[in-house]
């Protein structure tokens, strides 16, 4: 279904499968970054690119004091959902739009921001654009980045028309924003406070984010001895690929014993042929959950399971967003207002790590898919977004 509120973007990137695919820097993406510059002059702000790509539209930049930012992303997943990441930035113009025409006007400067490459779904590496403004990633590491075509993150800004050479952390422009609120399709169905399943299950509109999971991945290898499968008695193998089935059977059992989400989404097995037994077999495991101890805990089960260490291949801690700033955001929208976590990472939870007050929105997603063209939510629901939104906006910088 597509909203009112999308109906500008809907063709843009839309694939066969019925989903679209935006990925940074490639036709689809660039469409909606010309679409955000017209949406920006059309009502009036001023828009600027800064040196990582990351779109931003003023109202009044002269105005004294921190910025009050709200937005999001505009690239996709492949073959992801229309709402992710769009929905917070055209809800952030539709926001302002409204407060425009009420003849209100701001007591500190307020921006519309788009975050370049959110997903990381071409270069492998989310929130590029607020990691590399924040400088939590090195500009010569994401530069060198490629995609399946084997293009480099500079080679693909530079055929963009944005200068390589501009990437890199931005202390000053960090130091404008005084706070910043990403309005989210919600994604899955997460515990309420309360014990409801997501704001289905809460029978709510909206909700506020409590803070992101801490999130880890983790590497295992398995030596095996390689041999021919025709030859081999069993009795006589060493075969990975049932140590590396064991390990996969494990973190389901831990995750669930745990409360936690496990999940392994990738394997490898060398040399991957038919009629030999494997040489060696790799699988990574992505654990989330509530508690960072119980996502520890699930990876250590798995180790004792295979009597392998797991290499850690990142980590990211809990990520609280601001208390202050979320009390705010509730207040202005009515007080009592479900809050849920996220089990997805956010360019918010960047901002947060930076030390920014950040706080998050989420409107109902009816079923909680996500990253796939069954990602929706209900048109009221968008709209009860954007009030909130506004309201929002009309206390933090009214
Ligand atoms: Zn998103």
Do not use: Y
């Amino acid at each position: 279904m597509t909203d009112v509120l999308l109906s500008e973007l809907s063709r843009v990137g839309r694939d066969p499968a019925g989903g679209v695919t935006r990925f940074a820097w490639a036709a689809a993406e660039l469409e909606l970054r010309e679409w955000f510059a017209a949406r920006a002059a059309a009502l009036g702000l001023d828009v600027e690119t800064d040196g990582n790509g990351n779109l931003w539209a003023w109202w009044g930049a002269s105005l004294p004091g921190t910025a009050f930012v709200v937005g999001s992303h505009l690239d996709s997943v492949r073959s992801g959902g229309e709402w992710d990441g769009p929905l917070g930035v055209v809800s952030a113009f539709a926001a302002l739009a409204a407060l425009r025409d009420a003849g209100w006007t701001p007591t500190r400067p307020i921006a519309v921001v788009a975050f370049a490459d959110e997903e990381g779904g071409r270069f492998g590496l989310a929130c590029l654009g607020s990691r590399l403004l924040t400088g939590a990633v090195d500009p010569e590491r994401a530069l060198a980045l490629v995609d399946d075509d084997g293009v480099t993150l500079a080679e693909a800004m530079t055929a963009a028309g944005h200068d390589p050479r501009l990437v890199g952390a931005d202390p000053d422009r960090l130091a404008k924003i005084g706070a910043f609120v990403e309005l989210h399709i919600e994604q899955g169905r997460m515990p309420i406070t309360g014990g409801a399943r997501g704001l289905a299950g809460a029978g709510r509109p909206v909700g506020v984010a409590r803070a992101i999971w801490p999130h880890g991945r983790w590497r295992i290898d398995l030596a095996g001895v390689p041999d021919h499968a025709g030859t081999t008695a069993l009795a006589d193998r060493v075969d990975p690929v049932l140590a590396m089935a064991e390990g996969i059977v494990e973190v389901r059992r831990a995750a669930a014993e745990l409360d936690v989400l496990g999940t392994v989404g990738r394997v490898r097995v060398l040399p991957g042929a038919v009629n030999a037994i494997a040489s060696s077999a790799s699988l990574w495991v992505d654990a989330r959950g509530e508690q960072p101890e119980r996502v520890r805990e699930l990876v250590a089960a798995l180790e004792s399971r295979l009597g392998v260490a797991a290499a850690l291949e990142s980590w990211t801690d809990v990520t609280p967003f601001d208390a202050a700033l979320t009390a705010d955001v509730a207040a202005a929208i009515g007080g009592e207002v479900p809050e849920l976590p996220s089990g997805a990472g956010h360019d918010a939870g960047v901002l947060s790590l930076a030390g920014i007050p950040t706080a998050m929105l989420f409107v109902r997603n009816p079923t909680g898919v996500s990253h796939s063209p069954e990602e929706q939510a209900e048109e009221p629901d968008a709209l009860a977004g954007v009030t909130a939104l506004t309201a929002v906006v009309r206390r933090m910088a009214g």
